[in-house]
């Protein structure tokens, strides 16, 4: 079964709940890597000649894969102690830096370049749901709660977006249903 794809001009990459990982090219023949934890998020990074050459993938150990595309040969790992990887973000083009996001609220720096390779940056409380950067801040989702932290891990704000929305009911099939009410921050 698959469990999250991601598709390219170039072609698309398939991962499935036993593992396996397929990248099925547009052009030229798909190749197929067995991994040994279950993928939970994919990214695509392009390469210099402006084409889809490497893959990295988040899986439910904790462990950020980096894979050249269309081989799919491993060409580096990073294993974290913060549960499964929730979200990738690529820090600058032409550079492999990521953050990397997990379950447990951590937001993980992993830069090849450096000596520590691997630095947590910061944490927040409930699991990353998606991050990036933003002009040197680094924008953290979790669920509705919009986390903003500097490079040194201060925190900068923190805003429940959910207030904005009304609470009002739901009307279906002509009969209307109280909203849930979304706890505030």
Partial sequence: ???RSLTTDEGTLVAMDDGLLA????????????????PTVLLAIRGPMNCV?????GNARGEVI?????????T????LNGGCIRALSIIEPGN????????????????ERTSSRQEQLFS????????????????VRSGWIHHMHAWDGSQISQDNTAKNYSQGGHKRLDRSYPAPSIPSV
């Fill in 66 to 74: 980096v894979l050249t595309l269309p081989r799919l040969e491993i």
């Fill in 76 to 79: 580096s790992k990073f294993v």
């Fill in 23 to 38: 990248w099925k090219p547009k052009n030229g023949r798909a190749q197929r890597i067995a991994l040994d934890s279950i």
């Fill in 96 to 111: 492999l830096s990521l953050l990397a996001g997990t379950q447990n609220g951590e937001v993980w720096l992993l830069d």
């Fill in 53 to 57: 050459d490497t893959a990295v993938i």
């Fill in 124 to 139: 927040i409380t409930g699991p990353v749901s998606s991050l990036h950067l933003e002009q040197g801040i680094v924008h």
């Fill in 1 to 3: 079964m698959i469990v």
